[in-house]
């Protein structure tokens, strides 16, 4: 656990300084015995405090790390970084919901598309497809399209599987991931039938693992001919 007794000073200035050399070298256990002590003082830059909770998280110290990354979510230089990176710790814990509010103040400015795609995903597994959709559909036209699987997905937690439909449908297959078509496989097949799920099914031909399942029920929809 992180140590309480922060130390003199002269104590955590020499091991600041000191760790600032072996951030970049992947000296995880250096860093850690240089840093333990002295974790919870002010003397530590956020570079540095970034590092170690980085360290923490790798070596299974996952309250510590969470510590950490929480002290610096206000930080300037930093807090953008810390919070992407207590999303996924907490994501690596199976709490979609913490996960979910942390990234709450900061998905309009994630650190790129993919990551606010990512968290906006978060919101809708940890049950906010309402405010992922609020998010979504506040968004300018050209934002929007680039949220279409996104939005499809919340509208479909929210009980509105035509408006799903919809907006899969006209989306281009390289923007699909594995569980936004299995989703608008599903959704095809109960609103519509077997037909036109296997013709949409038809559509996804990727055969690396990630889409097994989708694969799969390609093949079940197929045998149901």
């Not at 496989?185 to 296997?198: E, F, K, Q, V």
């Amino acid at each position: 656990m992180l140590s309480r007794g922060a130390g003199c000073a002269d104590e955590a200035a020499w091991r600041v300084r000191a760790a600032q050399y072996v951030l970049d070298d992947g000296h995880d256990a250096r860093l850690l015995a240089l840093i333990d002590p002295v974790a919870t003082n002010a003397a530590l830059t956020p570079a540095v405090r970034f590092g170690y909770g980085q360290a923490l998280a790798r070596a299974g110290r996952v309250p510590d790390a969470t510590a950490a990354f929480s002290v610096l979510l206000e930080s300037p230089s930093h807090g953008l970084m810390a919070r992407t990176a207590l999303v996924d710790l907490y994501l690596s814990q199976g709490d979609s919901a913490a996960a979910w509010q942390t990234a709450t103040p900061a998905v309009a400015n994630a650190p790129n598309h993919e990551t606010q795609v990512r968290w906006l995903r978060v919101g809708i597994d940890a049950g906010q497809a309402r405010a992922v959709l609020s998010f979504v559909t506040a968004q300018s036209p050209g934002d929007r399209g680039a949220l279409v699987a996104v939005e499809a997905l919340a509208r479909l937690r929210m009980g509105q599987p035509a408006e799903a439909v919809a907006l899969f449908t006209n989306l281009p297959v390289d923007r699909f991931e594995p569980t936004d078509a299995l989703a608008f496989i599903d959704t095809l097949d109960a609103l519509s039938g077997m037909r036109p799920a296997r013709q949409a099914a038809s559509r996804f031909t990727r055969a690396d693992a990630s889409w097994i399942e989708v694969t799969a029920r390609r093949a079940l929809l197929a045998s149901r001919a």
